[in-house]
């Protein structure tokens, strides 16, 4: 009996660990593909598809995470428990959303271009969650480079309505939604 008690709660953590990890995995393989059927030569259309994943990150946060009404409330989680990783979104979840888009790249742009345009796409993605993960569970502290994100970072979840951009500011301010601390109190263009 013991026995089935210990591999079913083994079982459980393996799960939890491949839920919240496997993008850690799964995407770094998945950009060593697609960059490689793309080629060197198009490395300028993989920055820009790096480039339009900063866009696309913003955009997603603020209207579908924060407006639309049911990605709120997934959302809504991950901002009442900022530190619990299964209040976060699942690695099981990024080939659906992500494999259509790259089929669409590719049938629209070609396999070359679309693979390019991806693989920057997944490299921006990539990115986000890498900083995402440092700023809610690494000690981060005012010397390092990514302090900034971390305090643009926990002022968006104090406040909410201001700093979508995880892996940028500059999107916060072409659209006015940035917010920073000074001096013990929080400055927001965002109103």
């Known amino acids: ?40 030569d ?3 259309l993989m920055l820009a598809g790096i480039a339009a994943w900063t866009l696309l990150e913003y955009l997603v946060h603020r209207f579908v995470f924060h407006i639309h009404s049911q990605g709120r409330r997934l959302h809504q989680l991950h901002h ?10 699942s690695s099981l979840t990024t080939p659906l959303l992500a494999l259509p888009v790259g089929f ?19 490299s921006g993605y990539l990115v986000f969650i890498v900083v995402h993960y ?18 643009r970072h926990l ?3 104090h406040l909410e309505n ?3 951009g995880v892996t940028t500011i500059f999107w916060d301010i072409v659209f006015r939604t940035h917010a920073r601390a000074v001096g013990g109190h929080i400055r927001s263009e965002a109103g």
Do not use: Q
Request: hydrophobic fraction near 50%; charge should be positive; include cysteine.
């Open 1 to 40: 009996m013991r026995r089935i008690a210990f591999m079913t709660s083994l079982s459980a953590d393996m799960m939890r660990r491949l839920r919240h990890f496997g993008d850690f995995v799964t995407v770094p393989l998945a950009i060593v593909i697609f960059a490689g059927l793309a080629g060197l």
């Open 42 to 44: 198009r490395l300028p």
């Open 80 to 89: 009442d428990n900022p530190s619990d990783p299964d209040a976060e979104r």
């Open 104 to 122: 669409l790249l590719i049938g629209a742009a070609g396999l070359e271009d679309g693979s390019a345009i991806f693989a920057g796409l997944l």
């Open 134 to 151: 440092a700023v809610h569970r690494w000690p981060i502290g005012p010397n390092s480079w990514l302090y900034s994100a971390k305090i």
């Open 155 to 157: 002022t968006h979840h």
């Open 162 to 164: 201001c700093n979508f």
